[in-house]
C-alpha cells in the first residue's frame, strides 16, 4: 500500500495507520484524492491475497509430494477394542422398546 502511495504522491503515513483512516476516508468528499488512495488500498489487499494464495500452492505442493496414501480401508490390527457390551446393551433397549411399543 505504500508502494502504491509514494508511485501516486500521497502520504505515506496513510498506509501505517491504514485501520484508522478508514472512518477518515469515509467522509472525504468524492474526487481523485479519495479514488487514489481506494486504489492503493485495493494494491494493499491484493498484494496481501497475492501473498497467502503463494502460501497455500506451496502447502498444497509440498502435501502432495510428501504425504504418502495410506489405505484406510484395510482391516485394523491393533491390540485396542470398543467396548461391545455397551453396543449390545443399547441394541437390546432399543429392540425392548420396539416390542414393547408395538404390543
Not at 481506494?38 to 497467502?52: M, N, P, R, V
Not at 500452492?57 to 510428501?66: D, P
Request: aromatic share 10%.
Amino acid at each position: 500500500m505504500a508502494i502504491k502511495l509514494r508511485s501516486l504522491g500521497l502520504p505515506v503515513e496513510i498506509a501505517k495507520q491504514a485501520e484508522s483512516y478508514i472512518s477518515v476516508l469515509h467522509e472525504l468528499p468524492d474526487g481523485i484524492y479519495k479514488d487514489s488512495v481506494i486504489e492503493a488500498y485495493k494494491f494493499g489487499f491484493t498484494g496481501l491475497y497475492s501473498f497467502y494464495v503463494g502460501i497455500s500452492v506451496v502447502a498444497l505442493v509440498l502435501c502432495l509430494l510428501f504425504i504418502k496414501n495410506v489405505d484406510l480401508t484395510r482391516r485394523l490390527e491393533s491390540e485396542h477394542r470398543l467396548d461391545g457390551s455397551r453396543w449390545e446393551k443399547q441394541q437390546n433397549k432399543l429392540a425392548a422398546t420396539i416390542v414393547t411399543g408395538h404390543r
